[in-house]
């Protein structure tokens, strides 16, 4: 018999998703319509922000919430290693320097005795970070109130990078409210818990921030005569007033994220009960299990166990052949060729490079049956039992 193939995360699209993005293609827009802003304004509803700018990917609301910031030459941005390439480089594209702090042991996001350390280090150098980029790992939300405190005793602004945690929640309150920060970012990549295909959002409590990053989207065009320099020349008439991108996301896209998020509350309810299944079926095995922060109701979108490094990558290949599609999330940022070409060594950030010495995701989405959840602590066992 042959095993079929579990992923380590996937997409759930039904027939109201589908019915929804065929009904956007019949309609008379295909981008600029009514779907987006209708997506906006139910994701500002549920995050409990002011505004909600939609964009093409989390990549480029990273990029539209540093210019909204005023990210520049000469500034820079620090998040951490244990993340996906995009916290990191958008600012580089702002034309600022990055650098890392390191993630606390035990719930693998943002340290905030490290951040202190490194702050006070800097502020002594006189090389204060503009912006801080806190990352809600696997789902979970970093400890924001910790984080915003210090940093904003050193004048930080900070962006939360919640590409992972829509729907999570932080001492009650849902995650992307900007309650301990200035923006905060979503994706909607297909692995992600909502997904538009490509996609991604940027909440924020501060208009002025909001107007900026919706100029960022679109080329720095604005209709809206209270933002141009004279009035218009007639009905025809735009401005550009800053410099901008094309980042819009489609009118297909803003119709199934809006679909899609009717089904979110469904999606975190299968993903935490996955969760705490694994947590009990996991227990006697060599191995040890994600540990929750008593102020954080996680969204789950990844379920990460570290197994001894001595055995790791035994155990990892066995669990591919055995037809499951682990994953190690993240390889860290300052050990990639691009940063350490830019002076960044292995050994600087003890605690995310043992994190990626041990760390392997494994299958976690809504569609994951029981029985394929059992396979997986089935081959799990035996993989440990082997080495
Ligand atoms: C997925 C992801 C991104 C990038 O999201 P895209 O929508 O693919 O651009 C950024 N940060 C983190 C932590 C992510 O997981």
Known sequence: MTNTFIPYGRQNITDEDIEA?????????????????????????????????????????????????DLGTGDWLWT??????????????????????DIDPTTYTMCPVALEAKLKQADAAGKLPKILVPVHLCGQSCDMEAISRIARRFGVKII?????????????RPVGDCRYSDITVFSFHPVKIITTAEGGMATTQDA?????????????????????????????????????????????????????????????????QLAAQYDDLLAGLPLTRPA???????SWHLYVVRVPAERHTAVFEVLRAAGLGVNLHYIPVHTQPYYQAMGFAAGQFPHAE??????????????????????????????????
């Open 21 to 69: 993005v065929v009904e956007a293609l019949r309609s008379d827009y295909l981008t600029q319509g009514l779907q987006v802003p209708a997506f906006e304004r139910e994701l500002a509803h549920i995050t409990g922000a002011a505004y909600a700018v939609a964009l093409n990917s989390a990549t480029s609301a990273l990029h539209v919430a540093c210019m909204a910031l």
């Open 80 to 101: 951490v290693p244990t993340t996906f390439v995009a916290s990191a480089n958008c600012a580089l594209y702002c034309g600022a320097q990055v650098d890392f702090v």
């Open 160 to 172: 939360e990078d919640a590409s992972h945690s829509i729907g999570a929640h932080h001492q009650g």
């Open 208 to 272: 002025g921030l909001a107007r900026k990053m919706d100029l960022a989207r679109s080329h720095g065009i604005t209709r809206d005569p209270d933002q141009m320099t004279h009035a218009p020349d007639g009905p025809w008439y735009y401005q550009q007033i800053s410099l901008g991108y094309n980042y819009r996301m489609t009118e297909l896209q803003g119709a199934l994220g809006l679909s899609q998020l009717k089904q979110l509350q469904n999606f975190l309810a299968r993903r935490r």
């Open 292 to 298: 929750q922060h008593p102020d954080t109701n996680s």
């Open 354 to 387: 043992s994190y990626y010495a041990e760390a392997i995701s494994i299958p976690l989405y809504p569609g994951l049956s029981d029985s394929d959840q059992k396979r997986v602590v089935q081959e799990l066992t035996n993989a440990l039992a082997d080495q």
